[in-house]
Each structure stands twice: as structure tokens, then as C-alpha cells.
């Protein structure tokens, strides 16, 4: 192994084989890590594995949520399509201080009338 791997360009730094406390050396590495892979099989750390078990209920979804969904994916790729032919999405305005006082005075007359009188 040190001879494939344990060379210049492949490693660095080199790994002593002498010097360097037993925790170290190579020769540990290479069995903590041959001791890890028999003891996990490949792919047992996957979120694929962690939920195969799992027993999920796939209900449909319902018109309005459908709709939404549909409508979310147009958007999508509407956003994708654009940014691919170097467009960028329109910015939203803000409101113009006229605008917003009319809306304010409509909302302040939709409000009923209160009296402090006791007629």
C-alpha cells in the first residue's frame, strides 16, 4: 500500500512509518478503515436506508392543493426558462404614496361610524 499510495503527488504529507506515534501510522488507519467497511455496509448511512422501512401514506392531493402545485411549477419554470435566456425577473414596484393614502381613506370610511352619544 505505501508503495501505490504513499507517494509524492498522491499523499501529502508522506506519512512516516517510523516516526509518528501508533495512532498514526498507516498501518492503523488502514485497519480502522477496513474495520469500519465490514462492519457498515456500503450505503447503510443513506437517507434511502434510514427510511426504507418506512411505511408512508401517499394520500392524493385535493383540487385546491393540486392548483397550487401546478401553479408553483409553471412559476418554476417560467424562472428557469428566463434566467436561461438572461432575463431577470421583474421587480416588484412599491406602492406610490398616493395610492397607499386612497387606500387608507377607503378603509377608514368602510369602518362603522361609532357615537360616544347615548341617544
Known sequence: ???FYNVDGRCDPIWSMDETPAEDSLSVKVHNAYTYKRNTAPGASTAEAEFANDDLDVKPLDKKTAAIVARQKLERAKAKAEKANG??????????????NAIRRAAAMATPYRSDSNE
Do not use: A, S
Not at 88 to 95: A, L, N, S
Open 1 to 3: 500500500m505505501t508503495e
Open 87 to 100: 432575463m431577470r425577473p421583474p421587480k416588484r414596484r412599491r406602492m406610490d404614496k398616493k395610492r397607499r
